[in-house]
């Protein structure tokens, strides 16, 4: 059986349209996807939150530590939440359908309860309900969170 022309036109429209997809894979820049690689907080959904790439920033333990991720409303009401660790709490309001980014208002913790490498449990209470979250702690051996070391305290 000889094909027909639409087969064959089928055909090569197909291999022109698989090369040219394989020669667009190559054609970006990879300094595009190199800003800010690093997300290595911890993700929990609770109650109506989203927390998103929570973690502490300290310069040691026993140091005070500054919270950092986004904490994301899904709800219609203004939430308040309790974080805690072991001998602090910290009351954060989220508004209604919107978010709190860490980065841009700040939340520190008086010490950090562990040394940075290692993880830390924080409660979150919400409303009568309580979970944990274990977030990793980091310092300044990432460029990006050596602005968020907060000073020892005097």
Do not use: H, W
Request: aromatic content about 6%.
């Amino acid at each position: 059986m000889k094909p027909t022309n639409g087969t064959i036109e089928f055909f090569r429209f197909l291999a022109v349209l698989v090369a040219a997809a394989l020669l667009m894979a190559g054609c970006s820049d990879p300094a595009e996807g190199d800003r800010d690689p690093v997300a290595l907080g911890s993700d929990l959904n609770f109650a109506g939150l989203e927390l998103r790439s929570v973690l502490l920033v300290t310069s040691g333990q026993d140091e005070p530590a500054r919270v950092l991720g986004t904490i994301i409303n899904t709800t219609a009401t203004d939430i308040e939440l309790v974080l805690a660790d072991s001998d602090e709490q910290v009351r954060v309001k989220i508004p209604a359908n919107g978010n709190r980014e860490f980065d841009q208002t700040p939340v520190i913790l008086n010490s950090a309860p562990e040394a940075p490498g290692a993880r830390a449990d924080l409660t979150v209470s919400v409303k009568g309900q309580e979970t944990t979250i274990n977030v990793p702690i980091q310092n300044g051996t990432f460029d990006q969170y050596q602005p968020y070391i907060p000073s020892a305290s005097p």
